[in-house]
């Protein structure tokens, strides 16, 4: 009758964890077009990514409008993302390049200790 209840007890505590992280999980709820660049094309932007990750993953990203291409090409081929293409492709590709360019490297760390 022990092993029974210990085994009990260790399902019940399992199945609460597995439970709470699934809680954890991303939702689109998290987020909202409104959380990112007000431009044309970002709510379209904003549902076609969050339909498997979250958008401040793409909002992280800094690149012009061809690694933009090839990304959404590697979501295409490597994560089963479906295949934009035409009037749907070029929004979502106009907005990134708009709200998400490349980004300058910062200048190198200055020492504060340095005298100027």
Excluded: I
Aim: hydrophobic letters at 35%; proline letters at 9%.
């Amino acid at each position: 009758m022990r092993s029974v209840s210990g085994v009990l007890v260790a399902t019940l505590l399992f199945v609460t964890s597995a439970t709470f992280t699934l809680a954890q999980v991303f939702t689109p709820r998290d987020e909202s077009p409104q959380d990112f660049p007000d431009a044309p094309g970002r709510d379209q932007t904003f549902y076609t990514c969050t339909a498997c990750h979250g958008f401040k993953l793409v909002a992280a990203q800094g690149q012009a409008r061809p690694q933009w291409e090839d990304t959404l090409d590697f979501m295409t081929r490597r994560h089963s993302m479906p295949k934009l293409e035409g009037a749907d492709r070029k929004v979502v590709v106009d907005y990134l390049t708009a709200a998400f360019p490349p980004r300058t490297s910062p200048r190198a760390p200055q020492n504060p200790f340095l005298k100027k």
